[in-house]
């Protein structure tokens, strides 16, 4: 307990001058958020909602209004009725591209859930595929988009490029918002008329800008990540240029009525509320992904990124030599949530996901990823994804209690 008790006092000693720089993109995303709650003249009334049609929602229009101030965007959609993440990005997709084009992913391979979206995977019920989309991929080189590759693999029916800032569930590195820009910028000299999508799950408010900024056409996230704040307890967006927003709302709902219905019901003022505090969850949740990634470091553990590395996203992955240790982990993780921590999570089938995936979330939302929680696939090389977390005492108490478990059971 001694020892430990020096380790996190030299890891926080070591980590201070980076929780300075995190506390400064805070405070410059906080201030993007205020200034989109004044130009938008949010109102008390805005946080009431609206029932059955929810024509004239104003709340709804405005909440719209500010996440397009904040994001740089000309329009956006902001839902209950948009159940998650995949739901957000597969209306864009969907709304994008039609019979005969092509969607190239020039990340790598895109978030697990979405290989069913497209067609790559699963029973082809309703993918792109089938509605005769087809799809093709540029891996990563070095860390970074291949532009060269991007351009040999651009054929006419090319209509959408994707680009996938988080590396969600997979080894690569995520890609940070200046490797984007450049991308974009050297695609659109030459093709200014394909339309670049970002997958932007797990990025908003972890650097100063977000990828309309930097370029991109149409963006899309959840919003119980990041923007949401911990306190939406639904809900999802896509925001971007104003006719692709507008195709978007008409896939959402129906030809004709697009943006214009949809009731908020109650969701309005947590997700208002949700999004003022995201940039400062969000600076926490990052302070306890370079705390996870430090003292792991310090006990001999394969943690990715490194403390001292710039960040784009909020995960941390810890990469483990064998399932028990991982399984571990994760239960340990379970065990410090504020809810259901006395229950053990299990390796299980999720739908949308090729292995058995085990899931430590004792979370107030369902599977909220902005609250604490460490999940991955049980495949080798055994990584635990670790991310989230509402305070940056909830995050340090827990992979303390994690690792001192690691250590009890002679695991590390
Ligand atoms: C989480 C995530 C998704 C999917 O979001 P869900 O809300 O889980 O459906 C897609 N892409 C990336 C990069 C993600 O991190």
Redesign the pocket.
Known sequence: MEEMKQLIAETEETLAPYFKYIEEVAYENQEKVLNAFHAVKATENDLQGTTGYGYDDLGRDHLEAIYAHAFKAEDAIVRPQII????A?TIALQSVLKYGDELLYITGNP?D??LEVIGINGNGIESLREHGVSYDKVDLKEGDIDIQAVFKQIKPQTKVIAI???K?YDQRPSIKLDLIEQAIQQIKAQYPDIIIFV?N??GEFVEKREPIECGADLIAG?L??NPGGGLAKIG?YIAGEKSLVERCGYRLTAPGIGKEAGASLNSLQEMYQGFFLAPHVVSQSLKGALFTSLLLEKMDMRTAPRYDVDRTDLIQTVSFDTKEQMILFCQSIQQASPINAHFSPEPAYMPGYEDDVIMAAGTFVQ?S?IELSADGPIRSPYEVYVQGGLTYEHVKLAVTRAAQKLKTQQLV
């Open positions: 998650s993440g995949t739901h990005i978030y859930t979405l996938q800032r988080s969600g997958d799950c797990y959840s119980i990540k999802g599977g990823s």
